[in-house]
């Protein structure tokens, strides 16, 4: 089924939230929660106010971060350092997952629009930790977010990707357009289709869909 679909690839680029946990696990709503009383206090508006913020600059410019920082010029570790601080003992170990990682033929990296401290706990947590050889926040793509293509090119110039060699899977669709245009097979792990011409594939199952890859291309393994 997947044979030549991922036969060619020798990288695997992985986004962290929402797609190597569940959506479920509802991470983002400890996180939002953190950033509109982050916002609410450190910019004086009403909670109302703070939450239209938090929505319009992840809308506008990626995500809420890369808003605070071109409209109000915020230092960005003090905002991350806060927002991450969240509760992550409910988030369970996957050793299936884990396992269908560590198989996976080639390099192995996380990219993240998170900064790469937080995605380091979140792998902890899930059992993860040691799976990947690269961690990428946007620290790394110097403050940029997906989905822009200046951010992608960043990371994957200094990982030293090739990208008509890599897979991407993410959980935001507008993160997909970037690397379908560079040559990226791409697939989009969350609960229910949306057909964009950028995605190759869609999964509401990356362990069962990594383990159905491996089991198409076992010479690879």
């Known amino acids: 089924m997947f044979a030549q679909s991922f036969s060619h ?15 479920s696990a509802r991470l983002f709503d400890q996180i939002e929660a953190r950033m509109v009383a982050w916002l609410k206090r450190e910019l004086g508006v009403s909670g109302q106010e703070a939450d239209r913020l938090r929505a319009d600059y992840w809308a506008t410019y990626g995500t809420t971060l890369a808003g605070l920082m071109a409209v109000h010029r915020i230092d960005p570790w003090p905002f991350l350092r806060d927002v991450h601080d969240i509760d992550m003992d409910h988030l369970p170990d996957d050793p299936d997952l884990a396992a269908c990682i560590r198989a996976l033929p080639g390099r192995r990296i996380v990219y993240t629009n998170g900064d790469a401290p937080y995605a380091a706990r979140v792998l902890a947590a899930r059992g993860l930790t040691g799976a990947f050889d690269a961690i990428y926040g946007i620290e790394h793509a110097g403050w940029r977010p997906k989905p822009d293509r200046q951010a992608f090119d960043a990371i994957f110039a200094s990982d030293g990707l090739r990208p008509d060699k890599a897979a991407m899977f993410e959980d ?11 040559g990226m097979r791409t697939v989009h792990v969350a609960p229910g289709a949306d057909p964009q011409p950028h995605i190759h594939h869609h999964t509401d199952d990356l362990t069962g869909f990594l383990s159905q890859v491996l089991s198409d291309i076992p010479a690879q393994v």
């Open 9 to 23: 690839v020798r990288a695997w680029v992985f986004d962290l939230d929402n797609t190597l946990y569940h959506p």
């Open 172 to 182: 935001d669709i507008r993160n997909l357009a970037a690397p379908h245009a560079m």
